[in-house]
């Protein structure tokens, strides 16, 4: 079994970044610089941050991904065997990367996504708890698609879902906290807290 220390400094700035005991992903509190923890030290990764929406304000933030994608649904059958339309088009995915219950990443994912939330430089705060690498965010945005097509009135039996990457970056994601709840500042999405 091989054993490697990494270096948890900022790979643009060269300071020190705090880490949780599973943490992957990194934005650094001193020049905003994202980082991915790579087998051998951290890989630099464009970021950003959403703003809070006006009245809103960040009291802390957390990491996800911004992922722009092709997606194509196709081959969609309904359970009488009668095919229906399928669709094509880039999109742009909001995916939370800290740890949340499935159904309150669904939920906060759906409405980041759908949110046109202005972007700027990433806080020079604290944002940790970055625990979902790149291949598994695409893998659920493959859930968000499928789960749109089944919501579809048309009683579907059958689809094939194709989701290709165009661009990605890390974001911070601005949270005001409410009653042991985190309310997304973005969008007012409520999901629970730490």
């Known amino acids: 079994m091989d054993f490697h220390l990494i270096n948890l400094d900022c790979p643009a700035c060269g300071s020190a970044m705090a880490a949780g005991p599973h943490d992957i992903l990194f934005l650094c509190p001193h020049c905003g610089s ?17 703003m809070p929406v006006p009245g809103r304000r960040a009291r802390l933030w957390r990491p996800g991904w911004s992922i722009e994608t092709d997606v194509l649904v196709n081959a969609r059958r309904g359970t009488g065997g009668r095919v229906t339309p399928g669709w094509s088009g880039r999109r742009r995915f909001v995916i939370p990367a800290f740890p949340l219950a499935l159904e309150d990443l669904t939920l ?4 980041l996504s759908s949110a046109a939330g202005a972007t700027g430089e990433v806080p020079k705060e604290p944002c940790h708890g970055g625990t979902l690498d790149l291949v598994d965010a695409l893998v659920f945005i493959r859930y968000l698609v499928v789960g749109s097509e089944v919501e579809r009135p048309d009683d579907l039996a059958t689809v ?8 990605h970056r890390i ?6 906290i409410a009653e042991g709840r985190l309310r997304c500042a973005v969008t007012g999405t409520v999901v629970r807290g730490e």
């Open 34 to 50: 994202g980082a991915v923890l790579g087998n051998t030290k951290l890989d630099l990764v464009d970021s950003t941050a959403l």
């Open 108 to 111: 906060l994912a759906r409405a």
């Open 160 to 167: 094939k879902v194709e989701i290709s990457p165009v661009s």
């Open 171 to 176: 974001v911070a994601l601005p949270f005001e």
